[in-house]
């Protein structure tokens, strides 16, 4: 037999999108299982199948249309792993030189690579009988199934046959990972991208379950939300996606908006919204969260990466130069970025420092020429973890670790002859990523890159993808909003004191002390809307802010009741009217004009005073235990309509609010047209 030179190139074409490897070069794209000899190997075997069966092969048929001749492999563990394959074969056939012969196997449907075992070699009416041994290009892959030897004949007038052949598997059955025992995981599932059903989902680990309530939250204000990204405190997770109700399904890229949610207060803010970017044509894509929580990184419009901070109120460009910028991420000091730089063949790794106040071209960190690399993350200090294409021809998604001290690189031992793509750290010696492996779907499974052990994390949703998900090694849950700020088991005055003492405290440096009540790092209007609730309810426990009894309306109506500022606004908040008022027809709803009717009269005979925002701060600050804001109206109507609309739509996020703050803002501006 013609043995290739050593110096010839690698065979790695592809036939039908299945690479053709050549055997004879012992290609291998795992390392060796020799690292196995680290963990404990519960079981090790050999399975030998044979199929001594005549399989007749078309003259000219190539492998359209072929011989083939299967053994199947069954009973081995379902966690056995392949570490040598030996084939043994027998061809007899007029003219050999005519024939291509490769061995291979397929799982769920699917191929998997095809290994030449004989190219067109050697001429004349020959029999061919080889054995090709160490043939380790299936190494990890499990035993169980179809195995195949296929013959095709590439030249006309001679024809043979099949005769019969052997394989023979070592597999090895090692210890099971060690299990994820803290921390959650966030990844997003859909039945197809072009479907807008993505889903976000969180795991946690330590009480082995879904957080339900997370992704119910964020499935009701947001449609096909994808690529989850936590802080490292495991409190916020931000993610893109498009408003709840976009209909434009052939555009739907061009509505891609940034999201934030906090899993303490279980509330999800549109960060583009806050912006001002949530226009059609403007696209916030690819977020990820600064280590502290408090700065958002983003890719803005295909092009450059962008930094706002959690609430939205600055933005600033980070990168400049040609070519897209895409899936930012921080380093673990949230002094840097590490994302890829172009598509396709050209992707690379690069980064940015954020010492830098201009916007920057970013530095070229690492780049395997003519394959696509992409989704980088940081491991530690030290390792950046991306997905890269295996070779030129194949584009079929490999797990790479580089390392950013020493510049090296190299791929995981777990990588599979399947795509294993998007990875993440899970702990100092384990990654968690995506694989297609159980075809049709991509599923979520964890491994040790040094050893090549991997297994199903056990939580993939059914019947959908699961892909890009991140860790937390810690979690936090929803705490229900409380304003008994000093621990007494009484929401009461002494708790108001607390409040006024903390209040313009802007997160995330407001604890619950300082009059926090809701949770969200700061004191504002919103943990004063806490206090009065549990205040007028008598019951510290009562954390309903969102809808309170229906006397809390009779303030605001009575024509003989005197008013306070916040008495009205925290009113509004809370009376049930608001619930009943349909959002699609408020304005021409009879309810809607009913009410504006009252609060213009209310608004006439001076029972509602209103007091700008900082005008009221200043007045809680003056007037101390006395609490309730009393002073005149100190604006005209129309800017209080105004100023109302936009304070409940930054206090009150709840639609029925809202609602009730729109229907007092038209009454308002009906009063400034009548004047």
Known sequence: MNEFSESRPRTNIAYYGVPMINAKRGFSRRASFEQLEDRTVLATGVFTGSNLANVAIPDMGGFDQKGLSAVIVAGLPTDAMVTDVEVEYWIEHAWVSDLRVYATTQRNGVWRDHLYLWNREHSGNDEIHEIES????????????????????????NVGAISGWRISIDW??????????????????????????????????????????????????????????????????????????????????????????????????????????????????????????????????????WETDVFGTSLRQLTAGAGEKSGPQYSPDGASLVFWVGTGATAALGGVSLQHSLPTTPTLLHDNLLLQDYFPSYWDDERIVYATWRSQSAHDDDVNIWNIQTRADGAALF???????????????????????????????????????AADLGISRAGRHNLGAKYAKTKVVYEAPSANFNGDAAVDGQDFLQWQRGYGIVAPFAAKGDGDANNDRAVDFRDLAVWQMQYRSGDPLNSEVRSTDESLLEPIVAEDAEFKSNDFLIGVAGTSWTRDLPTSTARSNEAHDAIVHKVRRAIKMKQIRLVEYNAAAAAFSALGSTGLVEADNQMTDSVNAQFLESWCHDVYPWPEVRLGCQCISDALRLMAIEV
Do not use: C
Request: aromatic share 14%; no cysteine.
């Open 415 to 453: 990588n599979s002859l399947a795509e294993d793509s998007d990875p993440f750290g899970l702990t100092p010696t384990l990654l968690g990523f995506s694989t297609n492996r159980s075809l049709p779907y991509w599923r979520l499974w964890y491994g040790d890159p040094a050893t090549g052990a």
């Open 134 to 157: 160490g043939l380790d290009a299936w190494d990890g892959l499990n035993p169980n199934g179809a195995w195949y030897l296929v013959a095709g004949d590439f030249a006309a007038s």
């Open 172 to 305: 090895v059955a090692p210890d099971p990972l060690p299990a994820i025992a803290k921390g959650r995981i966030a990844w997003h599932s859909y039945t197809d991208y072009s479907a807008l059903d993505g889903l976000i989902h969180v795991y946690d680990f330590e009480d082995g379950a879904f957080y339900e309530r997370a992704t119910a939250t964020i499935a009701a204000v947001v449609t096909h939300a994808h690529n989850p990204n936590f802080s490292a405190d495991g409190r916020y997770m931000v993610f893109m996606g498009l408003p709840a109700g976009s209909t434009d399904t052939a555009n739907w890229r061009h509505y891609l908006d940034v999201f934030l949610y906090d899993f303490v207060t279980d509330e999800v803010t549109n960060v583009s919204a806050r912006l001002g970017l949530d226009q059609p044509g403007s696209i916030e894509e690819d977020p990820a969260l600064a280590p502290a929580g408090d700065r958002i990184a983003f890719k803005r419009n295909v092009s450059n990466i």
